[in-house]
């Protein structure tokens, strides 16, 4: 018996050496294929777009905005930026889930100290699997799984892991149109007594976010863009609840035609899903107003060392005006 044991723990031991063995050469693979692979510019990220402020000067940001398409079709931070001098970035992106918009937050936030995060609420509803929740964080150790497919395009500056975030995107996150395609709003924002449910991973996620930003002292405000098709009187009504819950500044736009006056059938690009420029105009016009209105912020205009604001502002409206034109040919 004794002889059988001993057979049956060595056989056991060399298995676990063999295990041990095969995931360590695993990671360290892993590791170095992700090192490889990694982007070494924020250009070559994806949602490049919204990973721009990584490529912005080191605590320069104002507001930060998170969301989703409602957040990069609604703000423009040139335009905040021409009439206060307020500085701003959108990190929007299609679809945006909640542990990717903590994921921006985390990452934005080592390198800025705006006073005001806004957070689109749209997102507040939207469910996201714990498969998301594991590849989001795994990305961050193993990058090789969100960039795998680059291999296709490496060059020698991927080969010395030197990271650089040199690419500074001109419009700040916001994404132009300039389509027009009216909605219908006969029943947008129809009065309810009801209220949409808030799922607990999506609640678990807002309370990392809303520490996270009490952490690093910025104040967090719930926003909701305005969209015949992706708002309504329930969802409202949940946000409503739950800003106050959580002792939260909540702005809903869709019931503020007077202070941010959307005209359905010129404002929006594409039924009422999201706004055009002219819409994001307004939108923006009232939250410049709104965050001067503060009294927290410098004027940055005259300020040498944000020179590149202005010619950003210059080259927006120089390449807004060719859209322009070439729509009227």
């Keep these: 018996m004794k002889y059988f044991s001993e057979r049956f723990n060595k056989r056991f031991l060399k298995n676990a050496v063999k295990a041990v063995t095969f995931v360590l050469i695993l990671a360290v693979l892993l590791c170095g294929f992700s090192q490889i692979l990694m982007p070494k510019t924020n250009k070559d990220m994806r949602d490049k777009s919204a990973n721009g402020f990584l490529g912005e000067m080191p605590n320069s940001i104002d507001v930060l905005i998170v969301g989703d398409s409602e957040s990069y079709s609604s703000v423009i931070p040139l335009q905040m930026w021409h009439e206060h001098g307020i500085t701003s970035y959108v990190c929007g992106t299609p679809s945006q889930t909640l542990d990717y918009s903590f994921d921006f937050l985390q990452r934005a936030l080592e390198e800025q100290s705006p006073k005001f995060v806004v957070f689109e609420t749209n997102a507040i509803f939207r469910p996201f699997s714990v498969k ?121 736009l869709n019931v503020m035609n007077k202070e941010v006056p959307i005209d359905w059938t010129k404002d929006t690009k594409d039924k009422g899903d999201h706004l055009n420029y002219s819409g994001a105009c307004k939108v923006t016009k009232y939250l410049g107003t709104f965050f001067a209105a503060k009294n927290v912020f410098e004027d940055h205009r005259q300020d040498e060392s944000y020179n590149d604001w202005n010619k950003a502002y210059d080259t927006f409206i120089t390449n807004y005006e060719k859209r322009m034109k070439a729509k009227r040919k």
């Excluded at 969802?235 to 500044?249: D, F, G, R």
């Design 132 to 252: 998301s929740i594991i590849l989001t964080n795994a990305d961050k150790v193993f990058p090789i799984y969100r960039y795998h497919d680059r291999w296709k395009k490496l060059s020698l500056r991927d080969f010395s892991f030197n990271v650089n975030n040199d690419y500074v995107e001109n419009d700040k996150g916001y994404r132009i149109e300039i389509g027009v395609d009216a909605a219908d709003s006969k029943n947008y924002m129809k009065p309810s007594a009801e209220k949409n449910t808030v799922r607990k991973k999506n609640r678990f996620y807002l309370n990392k976010i809303a520490a996270l930003c009490n952490e690093k002292g910025t104040e967090l405000i719930f926003m909701s863009m305005p969209s015949t098709r992706n708002w309504n009187s329930q969802k409202h009504n949940a946000v409503e609840e739950l800003s106050k819950e959580m002792n939260i500044e909540f702005i809903d």
